[in-house]
């Protein structure tokens, strides 16, 4: 039972593959290596560099190594950038995927787990949110994998197909163990940029918007440690296997941390006193944004075991630091 997991070369699919090995699993990658990197991927995994959208090579993949399940990571995931180049983000997001799910179909898989985000909610009234809050994306990438939810859900119920969406807030920290982190060059989220900051590969940092309606006046945000988030996924593939029904599930802790909480954290954890300067809202952030994950908990029997902002903050600044030094050599 071998289980192809698209993206597997980036952030949150290498995690993804640490935890599959861990677990006993086969596993191979599909990554085109353009924001991943193949040193992220563990040697005994079989490693192919393609195109998910691929067709012709998705099927080979599929038949040569009788594939049982996909996970799907593989995406671009820059809200501005995708604003910037909608059609971009609704042909690798969305008609890609609908490729890879129809080589799904033709090869006989029968497990789909697919990487969604909170951005399909849009600008919440009411947090925490949940599965069932309306979706309203606001962004192309929102609506791109929105589109996917939807492709999924359809095709499923056509073709027998079972699925697991998972709906992702703010996915932060890295391999306790320090195998694989976030390496994307030029990443925006917060707590790298702050990491970064702290160890001086950026003179300083801003916090958009302090004018927002909440207790401090910057944005809450969920943050989901990334191991655990990769066990989501975990408990989502044992669940489908178990013929579990097919599903959404938010991932976050259920917890809203503000910028500047984030910020003082990172200074307290690296010991550093960087600096921070005061910035205008960034368009499109709305001003807080929770899960409510009670549904995976319950169902999918996750149970996160890295709920702990510092921990996140340590992990994160432990893999700025390494790949400073693998940059350097
Ligand atoms: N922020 C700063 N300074 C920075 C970077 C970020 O103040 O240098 C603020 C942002 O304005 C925002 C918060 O920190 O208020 C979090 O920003 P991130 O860029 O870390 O994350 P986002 O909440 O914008 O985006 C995340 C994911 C997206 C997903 C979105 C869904 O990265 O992929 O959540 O809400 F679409």
Redesign the pocket.
């Known amino acids: 039972m071998t289980v192809l997991v698209t993206g597997g070369a980036g952030y949150i699919g290498s995690h993804m593959v640490l935890e599959l090995l861990e677990a006993g699993e086969t596993v191979v990658v599909l990554d085109n290596l353009t924001t991943g990197f193949w040193w992220a991927v563990p040697k005994e995994v079989t490693l192919i560099e393609g195109d998910m959208g691929d067709q012709a090579l998705v099927g080979r993949v599929i038949a040569e190594h009788g594939i049982e399940a996909i996970i799907h990571f593989a995406a671009r ?1 820059v ?1 501005p950038e995708s604003v910037a180049d909608p059609l971009g983000y609704y042909l690798n997001n969305t008609s890609k995927t609908r490729n890879l799910i129809e080589c799904a179909v033709k090869g006989g898989v029968k497990r789909i787990i697919f990487s969604s ?3 399909v909610y849009g600008d919440v009234k009411v947090n925490p949110v949940t599965e069932d809050t309306p979706q309203n994306p606001v962004s192309p ?2 609506r791109s994998k929105l589109m996917s939810e939807w492709m999924l859900q359809d095709t499923a119920r056509a073709h027998g197909l079972a699925y697991v969406i998972l709906r992702y ?2 996915v932060a920290g890295a391999d306790p163990k320090g195998r694989t982190g976030q390496s994307t060059a030029g990443a ?4 790298k ?1 702050a990491c970064q900051t702290a160890i001086g590969d950026r003179p300083e ?5 302090t004018d927002y309606p909440t207790p401090d006046g ?2 809450l ?1 969920d943050y989901i440690q990334v191991t655990d988030l990769a066990r989501a996924h975990m408990a989502a593939l044992k669940y489908l296997r178990g013929g579990g029904e097919s599903g959404i599930f938010n991932c976050g802790y259920g917890r809203g941390y503000s ?1 500047r909480e984030i910020v003082d954290v990172v200074k307290q954890v690296s010991g550093v006193d960087f600096r921070v300067v005061l910035q205008p809202r ?1 368009p499109g ?2 001003p807080a ?1 929770v899960a409510e994950a009670a549904r995976a908990r319950a169902i999918l029997g996750w149970q996160p075991i890295h709920d702990d902002v510092a921990a996140i903050v340590g992990q994160a600044l432990a893999w700025e630091k390494a790949l400073r030094v693998r940059n350097a050599a």
Do not use: K, Q
Not at 205 to 209: K, Q, Y
């Open positions: 995931i809200v985000t909170a951005a990438y929102g807030f703010n925006t989220h917060l707590i940029v940092m801003a916090i958009f918007g910057t944005c945000r910028v960034r952030d709305p944004i």
